[in-house]
């Protein structure tokens, strides 16, 4: 039996096999989905050259399908229309055959046309990537087996295919929308499945991402670690990359005495730590109320209840949760007004035809309401407002 080009122990196939499926991850990350479907960094033609041959030789995948599909996924997150939400599907069907629901979407031309814009259209792409997806993973194989021999050749190969299908198709599409920790609360079920972005390449923060779809950077907290972030890094020192957005970082100034056009937009931008804080201040009342509420009869939810239900969306409470949350806050005036409130702030950054000048009378007005609403923490949020600033 041939045993190929590289004679390696057992750990030595296992190891090449791992560098060559994190080069498979780390194409995928930098250049498939933060450089061409969120175009959150430039990319210099030579890596970019090296991901695109790399994707076609171990994934056979198109550029203009897979960032048509991505953005698709963003843009209809969580409906019927979401190519492979597992809040649709179900988590079993997008883990372990995720890569059936994208061949499927793949084949709907009007996805590829109305998301697939902007995607490489040289000759290379025509005549050769686009035009035999799967001749480079066959030219993989032969490689494979060049170099390692048949049945190790076969094996290595065999990890290569699969690696995408599975951990990004399965997992990140799957339990990236299912299981894990949120540090924002955006409007899908996004989740950070680690905080240590390394085995898919930083794609484990899947909840930063879809906060901040157009970041180049995943992390977001201190101990969050993302690798892929690390190679764009490396490859802006070297003059290969040009990062063009990050996750913004909230500033403050001196409380100003009006909110003005700056604060505005501040608000806006740093709108998921704006709300974050908000919800810190819900869960500080929830505690306070509890405590009436203890001395009254009926059905009175616990402590972590309330908590919870003040702080998620209407979408995450199911039909009883709803009925339960409306009684009691047509029952408790304080309660009712934070959440009619949290409801209001939110409207400032959702999408909308109200004009700038629209927006910031409700600013304004939301927060003159908040200042003389005689509760304690929505009077030191109003304050915390007037402080953001570009």
């Not at 996924?73 to 069907?93: L, R, Y």
């Not at 035009?131 to 087996?145: E, H, N, Q």
């Not at 390692?148 to 951990?167: C, D, E, R, Y």
């Not at 490859?235 to 604060?263: M, Q, S, Y």
């Amino acid at each position: 039996m041939f045993s190929g080009l590289l004679d390696l122990p057992w750990w030595g196939y296992v190891l090449t096999t791992l560098a060559m499926t994190h080069v498979t991850i780390a194409s995928v990350t930098i250049f498939l989905h933060r450089h061409q479907a969120h175009r959150a960094l430039d990319l210099h033609a030579l890596p970019s050259l090296f991901f695109r041959f790399w994707l076609w030789l171990t994934t056979g995948m198109v550029t203009k399908e897979w960032a048509a599909i991505h953005r698709k996924h963003h843009a209809k997150c969580e409906t019927p229309e979401d190519p492979h939400s597992p809040q649709i599907f179900g988590i079993n069907k997008v883990l372990w055959t995720g890569v059936l629901l994208y061949v499927k979407e793949a084949k709907n031309r009007e996805t590829i046309q109305r998301y697939g814009h902007g995607t490489p259209d040289d000759w290379i792409e025509r005549n050769i990537l686009s035009a035999f997806p799967k001749f480079g993973i066959v030219i993989m194989l032969a490689a494979d087996l060049l170099l390692f021999g048949v049945w190790p050749g076969v094996l290595i190969w065999v990890v290569q295919i699969a690696w995408i299908p599975f951990w990004a198709a399965g997992v990140i599409n799957g339990l990236g929308h299912f299981w894990g920790y949120r540090n924002y609360n955006c409007a899908d079920a996004s989740t950070n499945l680690f905080p240590w972005g390394i085995l898919i390449g930083g794609e484990e923060l899947h909840n930063n991402h879809h906060s901040f779809a157009t970041s180049a950077k995943l992390s977001a907290q201190w101990y969050e670690f993302d690798i892929g972030w690390m190679y764009i890094r490396i490859l802006e020192i070297l003059g290969l990359a040009r990062v063009k957005k990050t996750i913004p970082t909230p500033k403050f100034g001196a409380a100003k005495a009006h909110a003005d056009f700056d604060t505005l937009q501040a608000v806006i931008t740093c709108r998921y730590d704006v709300m974050t804080r908000y919800v810190q201040s819900l869960k500080a009342i929830a505690q306070e109320e509890f405590a009436a509420l203890k001395a009254q009869s009926g059905d009175k939810p616990s402590v972590k209840e309330l908590r919870r239900w003040l702080a998620a969306e209407d979408s995450e409470l199911c039909a009883e949760e709803k009925r339960r949350l409306a009684s009691l806050l047509q029952a408790n005036k304080r309660l009712e007004t934070v959440v009619t409130m949290r409801q209001e702030l939110t409207a400032l950054w959702a999408r909308s035809t109200a004009t700038r000048e629209q927006l910031l009378q409700q600013l304004q007005d939301w927060i003159a309401r908040a200042e003389k609403s005689g509760i304690q923490q929505l009077e030191e949020f109003s304050l915390r407002l007037r402080r953001y600033a570009v």
